[in-house]
């Protein structure tokens, strides 16, 4: 799961919670309403009411709400750690490819360096150098009488 799909998730869920709260909220004003209106409709026929239920029923509706703006609250720490994390390998894994390329990069450089080297003193053999020494060990390896002989002249030469 990518921190963009958690991030979605997280934030869905708490789009849910946060609803749930208006929705709450709204039940609870309209509960509370209703229940005032009730309340001066019964003033006025001069009956006593006992209105313990509609408290209790209105606390227990805003130890809902505090339950749910709570837990918005502890998932929106676990959100923010995760972002943080999230921010903190993205940062490292950038740096790393950086130096990951620079010293390819230097490495590249250091070789062609010396091969420039090598080139200017005669030393560095090309492709073509290379094909044709091949070629003159396979020769050595197939004539080795031939061979020695020009090894020996080779050595004269010297």
């Not at 709204?26 to 026929?45: C, D, G, M, P, W």
């Not at 509706?61 to 993205?90: D, H, P």
């Not at 044709?132 to 002989?149: A, C, I």
Request: net charge positive; aromatic share 8%.
């Amino acid at each position: 799961m990518t921190s963009q799909q958690l991030m979605k998730l997280v934030l869905e869920e708490s789009e849910i919670i946060s609803d749930k709260i208006k929705r709450l909220e709204q039940l609870s004003a309209q509960i509370e309403q209703a229940n005032r209106n009730h309340l001066e409709q019964l003033k006025r026929a001069d009956i006593k009411v006992d209105n313990s239920g509609v408290n209790r029923s209105v606390a227990e509706l805003e130890r809902v709400a505090e339950k749910a703006v709570k837990s918005i609250q502890t998932t929106q720490k676990g959100f923010n750690w995760m972002l943080y994390c999230a921010s903190f390998c993205l940062i490292s894994l950038f740096a790393l490819v950086l130096i990951y390329k620079k010293g390819i990069e230097t490495k590249i450089d250091i070789k062609e360096e010396y091969r420039k080297e090598l080139s200017e003193k005669g030393q560095y053999n090309t492709l073509k150098d290379a094909e044709f020494y091949n070629k003159f060990w396979l020769w050595v390896d197939k004539n080795p009488n031939d061979s020695k002989e020009l090894f020996r002249e080779v050595n004269k030469m010297k």
